[in-house]
């Protein structure tokens, strides 16, 4: 659930507009990371795999659409969108107003907290401002959770990182004394080899306009058919059990 503070790009030649798709049978281009495990993931032999991908299939077969998906590193997602790269980001990516000014939002799909996890032995006992003064956090870039951390935990030095990947490999190597994500993804992360270092401090309590109201696809502005679309699809999914499905597959609880 991030915040990307977007650059503005011009559309190009390029953008594959919603009528078009419509004409040829609604053949849509999905962006996505590959790199948010759970949520969406690059496996080794190419394959997309996660939450967010398996949601994305779901919609598409439930719009009746060929989808296909297209990766692209997190910095440059939404300029991406608004160049005509693709049609709509499923990559785990939160409503905020920031991003309002610049794309458009079907409704939610999930909303998760953020947490923050710290390494086994340390001596840090509470999750807040205080409890972190003096600290260093890692976050990736350009999130919403990077922002959580500059804001609102402030007595902490914020440490940026491109990937989650990153800020992980440097709370094991001590390098950091915390970092900040979604709980889902660091708990999943835990759960690895990789992850047993650490453990899950404490979650914290979303800010509704660092965070926003949850994690729903990015559409161009403009494309309110497209967008209306997307959300009648997450409610009939929803309502017909695939949603469930999915979830279950991943989560022992409900992320909607």
Known sequence: MR???TIMVAATGLVLTLGAAQ???????????????????????????????????????EMKAECEFVTQDWDGIIPALLAGK????????????????????????????????????????????????????????????????EEKLSSAETKLYPTP???????????VDAVIDDVVVLSDWLKTDA???????????????????????????????????LSAAIKAIRANGKYKAINDKYFTFDVY
């Not at 309590?205 to 109201?213: A, E, F, Q, R, S």
């Open 3 to 5: 915040l990307l503070k």
């Open 23 to 61: 004409a040829d049978g609604m053949k849509l281009k999905i962006g996505t990371e590959g790199a948010y495990p759970p949520f969406n993931n690059l496996e080794a032999d190419g394959k997309l795999v996660g939450f967010d991908i398996d949601i994305a299939k779901a919609l598409c077969e």
């Open 195 to 229: 992850g047993a270092c650490c453990k899950i401090l404490g979650t914290l309590t979303p800010d509704l306009v660092i965070n926003g109201p949850g994690v729903g696809i990015a559409v161009r502005k403009g494309e309110e058919e497209l967008r209306d679309k």
């Open 86 to 149: 693709f049609d709509a980001i499923i990559a785990s990516m939160s409503i905020t107003d920031e991003r309002l000014k610049t794309v458009d939002f079907s409704e939610k799909y999930y909303n998760t907290p953020p947490a923050i996890a710290v390494p086994k032995d340390s001596k840090i006992t509470e999750a807040s401002d205080a409890g972190l003064k003096g600290k260093i956090i890692g976050a990736q870039s350009s999130t919403t959770h990077s922002t959580y951390a």
């Open 165 to 175: 990947d990153e800020y992980k490999l440097d709370i094991t190597n001590g390098r």
